[in-house]
């Protein structure tokens, strides 16, 4: 007799992270659309200081209200999803609670930079986003999320003639800068690249579920600096040989914090 397989005991995970502007909610609420249907779905947004995109995507009707569910983070998006994913793993698990058995949960990290990486102990997978709006010379630039997210996306395709950019050249270029790992030209507009986004993400969820992929740790962000309302720069370096530390570069003290690296697999997935 063959085996009934296993119910999961927790959804597949999936982060979505890129710059700000880039499409990361309405990428999400268009895998809603075409998904939810088909798979049990929840969303968690973040936002620094509102959840004006939960709001967003509750007030499109992608998914029940309730299964859409915010995270203010207070701080750099990079925070919640690296360094201290606590509140992100919380809403997830409550989502969990309320809904489940969920197939997938989307996690949208706050707009960030070309750096900005989930931690694996967060998501099982993640999506970086970029537009042709941003710039054709982005994807070649390269960084962290560009490079190791399991699936690039270059977003808005359809505005490439507004902003006189070379769609073709920048998925080359985003191809190379990931070493041939999955790159996908996306545009609501277009059924077929909709129809590439959609089929990833099953073949992932399947993935998942069947126990076939493991989370790669995307490594530690580059250092970079933000500057707050005040006019204070903070740079920040995230390398695990050095600590995680946050040096306040107008007053010159250093502020060292605790960062726990997660050992986990770096093979790029089949999927």
């Known amino acids: 007799m063959a085996e009934t397989p296993a119910t999961p005991t927790r959804a597949f995970r999936l982060g979505v992270a ?8 309405s990428l999400i609420g268009l895998l809603c659309r075409e998904l939810a249907d ?10 620094i200081y509102t959840d004006e995109d939960a709001q967003i995507l509750r007030a499109a009707g992608v998914l029940e209200i309730d299964r859409i569910r915010a995270v203010e983070t207070g701080a750099c998006p990079h925070t919640a999803i690296r360094d201290d994913v606590t509140p992100n793993l919380i809403a997830v698990e409550d989502l969990e609670a309320d809904h489940g058995p969920l197939d997938l949960v989307l996690v949208e990290s706050g707009g960030d930079n070309l750096t900005a990486t989930f931690s694996p ?21 390269g960084g962290p999320g560009i490079a190791r997210a399991d699936l690039l996306v270059v977003n808005k395709t359809d505005l490439a003639p ?7 050249r920048m998925l080359s270029d985003a191809s190379d800068a990931r070493d041939g ?3 996908i030209g996306l545009s609501r507009h277009d059924r077929a690249s909709v129809d590439a986004l959609t089929d990833w993400v099953r073949r992932m969820t399947a993935a998942v579920r069947a126990g076939q992929h493991t989370p790669v740790d995307p490594g530690p962000m580059a250092p970079h600096s ?3 309302e005040d006019g204070h720069v903070t740079v920040h370096s995230h390398d695990p040989a050095d600590g995680h530390a946050h040096d306040r570069v107008a007053h010159g003290h250093p502020h060292p914090q605790e960062h726990r690296p997660h050992p986990l697999a770096h093979e790029r997935p089949a999927v």
Do not use: C, S, W
């Open 18 to 25: 890129g710059p700000v502007g880039t499409g990361k909610t």
């Open 38 to 47: 088909e798979i049990e779905m929840g969303v968690v947004t973040n936002d």
């Open 121 to 141: 102990a967060l998501v099982d997978a993640q999506i970086f986003v970029l537009d042709v709006a941003g710039g054709g010379d982005v994807a070649r630039k």
């Open 162 to 168: 507004y902003v006189e950019v070379d769609v073709e």
């Open 181 to 183: 790992g999955p790159v």
């Open 226 to 228: 933000h500057a707050d």
